[in-house]
């Protein structure tokens, strides 16, 4: 009896033990399905809302802004701009031609020109477009006293404090007038500085001739000073064909340095959110996207209720509330989005002789992009969670955990150098080669040189001696030596984690055989007659064997007791020898190491019962 209870209690801590494991895998299957389908949906909601139709109206709108010279001078675009003169002429020339299509390609008119002017014949011009200039005023910086003789005035760069808030020029309309800005736009940030809204505004008109007068009046009657310091040029344009806006930016910035620096802003949007079925199944994804948020938000409150301080120390705890928060951060500027898109968009629209402020709603949009790429992106992160049950996943997991304290050592070394190169080759090429002309640059650059990237005749133009120095020694040192050297790291702990590997460490269970081992369990559920008639064959089988055995002239005590011997062993095999559990490796916690230390103490008492009685048996023999 003592036996059948020490037998007992050993094979209810390995079937404790099985069960847990079963759960564990029951658990991991039912978060990894319910997590596919929560990534499903999110690649159906953010894909959807992307089309390739952004893309083609960016490019047909940069060609026609950009690209497009001035009659007459080929190599004169707005990207080209360099003087106050080209500025002008672009303004007169291809962006007057662009705003305004007033007919056929053979002179027949196609809509009403009075109420809506369209680019390209299928983009309307959404309300009129805005000329915007910011100004610096004079002495906002100091001449030197051997100069202030030769010139006395000085106008330094952009910034709010500097900028020029008077009245100039002829003062009679608002183009000369400072006015505030009435908008929540965001400001803009240049090449040369951060520039806020408001400055001297002037709208065009719906009219081409009018537009072209008013932009030769103001260049008689010299509206760019030497003070100003940024001219924005803003517009927004609907194409009903692919239902996007465009809202178009072109930036002219004067340096202090003098000539001119262009930049530019196409944003494609789709501010009406729902008008097609495929849009309001969108919509369904996202309602179903809330639904995902607030169950992951409630198992996740209930794990920080479980284990309190112990959530905190694990990677994939910290990356959950990355995602969760994330997910939260989208919804809110979904929400604000639509919202001002409610409230705001037929307010613009109702004018159509005024400049309608989509730029604000454009940024808002474009910022909400931004945040539900960035929660796709670590949603697909998370898959590792589920791929590190896998043998292969498992050793790069392991591998990066062992080696971080090497790389970080690495890591501090690299950049010591990697920073030393950036600075020197800043301030020796800084003035002269484009990618060197700011320490950011210089950065990137170097990143840039070892993928392979780089001007090497522009280094050695900026200087003959030191440049060549430079590149040979920065790609010996960092390219041939301390890249070697991360990739040592790395190659000799996975060598050491791949051994230990081999010679029995496992992770707790694998993907693979977790799948293998639930797709078995169906499929022994649908079979269990099948199992049945197996079982019945195999006590048959048994049974052939008995009557064999008494044929051959066994006695019917031995038969028993083999047969007893057999299925003794079998039960033991399946308690405590079944391969599952031998082939994975299981840590042993210390409620079962104190279970197994009794039941080996048990084992030793019986052997050594065992063994007296064989003492005994053998003296006996021997006295015989």
């Not at 910022?367 to 896998?390: C, E, H, L, Q």
């Not at 090429?429 to 990237?453: E, K, P, W, Y």
């Not at 051994?499 to 694998?510: K, L, N, Q, T, V």
């Not at 099948?530 to 048994?542: F, Y």
């Amino acid at each position: 009896m003592a036996e059948a209870s020490r037998w007992h209690r050993g094979g209810a801590s390995k079937h404790k033990l099985h069960y847990r494991k079963e759960v564990e895998i029951t658990t991991t299957l039912q978060e990894l399905l319910l997590y596919f389908i929560f990534l499903i949906n999110l690649c159906i909601l953010t894909f959807g809302m992307v089309n390739p139709h952004m893309y083609y109206l960016n490019k047909v709108m940069s060609s026609l802004f950009l690209d497009t010279s001035v009659p007459g001078e080929e190599r004169t675009n707005f990207k080209s701009i360099r003087s106050i003169t080209d500025f002008w002429k672009f303004m007169e020339g291809p962006l007057l031609e662009g705003l305004y299509w007033d007919s056929w390609y053979n002179n027949q008119q196609l809509y009403n020109l009075k109420n809506s002017s369209r680019i390209y014949y299928e983009n309307i011009l959404l309300g009129v477009p805005r000329v915007r200039q910011l100004k610096v005023r004079n002495n906002t910086c100091k001449v030197y006293s051997s100069f202030q003789s030769l010139m006395s005035e000085c106008y330094g760069k952009y910034t709010s404090a500097n900028e020029d808030l008077s009245n100039f020029g002829l003062q009679i309309n608002t183009e000369w007038r400072y006015s505030t800005s009435n908008t929540n736009s965001p400001w803009h940030w240049g090449f040369l500085g951060v520039y806020r809204n408001g400055g001297y505004i002037f709208t065009l008109s719906k009219s081409k001739s009018e537009t072209k007068n008013k932009f030769i009046d103001l260049r008689l009657n010299s509206w760019i000073t030497r003070g100003t310091r940024v001219i924005f040029i803003d517009f927004s344009l609907y194409n009903a064909n692919v239902n996007l806006f465009c809202i178009i930016r072109l930036v002219a910035e004067f340096p202090a340095t003098g000539g001119i620096l262009t930049s530019w802003q196409f944003y494609s949007v789709k501010l009406l959110r729902y008008v097609s079925y495929y849009d309001y199944f969108i919509a369904s994804c996202e309602i179903t996207f809330c639904i995902f948020l607030f169950v992951f938000t409630t198992q996740e409150v209930k794990k920080i209720k479980e284990f309190k301080s112990a959530y905190f120390k694990s990677i994939w705890n910290w990356l959950e509330l990355l995602l969760l928060l994330l997910c939260f951060v989208a919804v809110s500027f979904n929400t604000y989005c639509n919202v001002q898109i409610f409230l705001l968009l037929g307010e613009l629209l109702e004018s159509t002789e005024q400049y309608s402020d989509f730029y604000f709603l454009a940024c808002w949009h474009i910022y909400y992009n931004n945040i539900i790429a960035i929660t796709i992106f670590f949603a697909w992160i998370k898959i590792f969670k589920f791929i590190s049950f896998n043998k292969t996943m498992s050793q790069l997991s392991s591998t990066l955990s062992r080696c971080i304290k090497d790389i970080v050592g690495f890591a501090i070394m690299f950049f010591i150098i990697f920073f030393a190169y950036a600075q020197l080759g800043f301030l020796i090429f800084g003035s002269q080669v484009d990618d060197f002309s700011t320490f950011q640059n210089s950065i990137f650059a170097q990143f840039r040189i070892v993928l392979g990237d780089f001007n090497f005749a522009g280094i050695q133009q900026a200087n003959p001696i030191l440049g060549p120095i430079y590149f040979i020694t920065f790609i010996f040192f960092v390219f041939f030596v301390l890249l070697n050297m991360f990739l040592a790291i790395i190659n000799d702990t996975y060598s050491e984690v791949k051994a230990d590997y081999s010679i029995g460490r496992r992770p707790d269970f694998e993907l693979g055989k977790m799948i293998k081992q639930s797709y078995k369990n169906v499929l022994e559920k649908f079979r269990l007659k099948k199992a049945r008639k197996d079982e019945d064959k195999k006590t048959k089988g048994s049974g052939d064997l008995a009557e064999q055995a008494r044929r051959e002239g066994f006695d019917e005590n031995e038969i028993q007791k083999a047969e007893q011997m057999k299925k003794w062993k079998e039960r033991l095999e399946k308690k405590y020898y079944s391969t599952e559990i031998q082939d994975d490796y299981q840590p042993v916690t210390q409620e079962e190491f104190r279970e197994l230390f009794l039941y080996a103490v048990e084992l030793e008492k019986e052997l050594h019962y065992i063994n007296l009685k064989l003492n005994q048996v053998m003296r006996k023999v021997s006295a015989l």
